[in-house]
C-alpha cells in the first residue's frame, strides 16, 4: 500500500475566474485513479475516477462531446 498523496494542479488554460477544477493525475501510476476537487474548496471532497474513465471523459470533452451551453 503506498502513502502517496495527491499533487493538485489547475489547468493552464484556467482564467482563474473561481469555476475551476483541480486534479492529481500523479496517482494514475501508483493507484490507477484520478482525484478531482474544487478549486474553491481544496480542503472539501474530491471525486475519484479509474484513469480510463478519466481518459475517456477527456477524449470526449476533447472531442467535442458535449455543449458548452
Not at 501508483?30 to 477527456?58: C, N, Q, T
Request: aromatic residues 10%; negative net charge.
Amino acid at each position: 500500500m503506498t502513502t502517496e498523496s495527491p499533487h493538485w494542479y489547475k489547468s493552464s488554460y484556467s482564467n482563474n475566474g473561481g469555476t475551476c477544477v483541480e486534479v492529481a493525475a500523479n496517482l494514475v501510476a501508483s493507484r490507477g485513479i484520478v482525484p478531482v476537487r474544487d478549486s474553491k474548496e481544496p480542503h472539501g471532497p474530491a471525486l475519484v475516477f479509474e484513469s480510463s474513465a478519466w481518459s475517456s471523459f477527456v477524449a470526449a470533452v476533447k472531442g467535442g462531446e458535449f455543449s458548452a451551453a
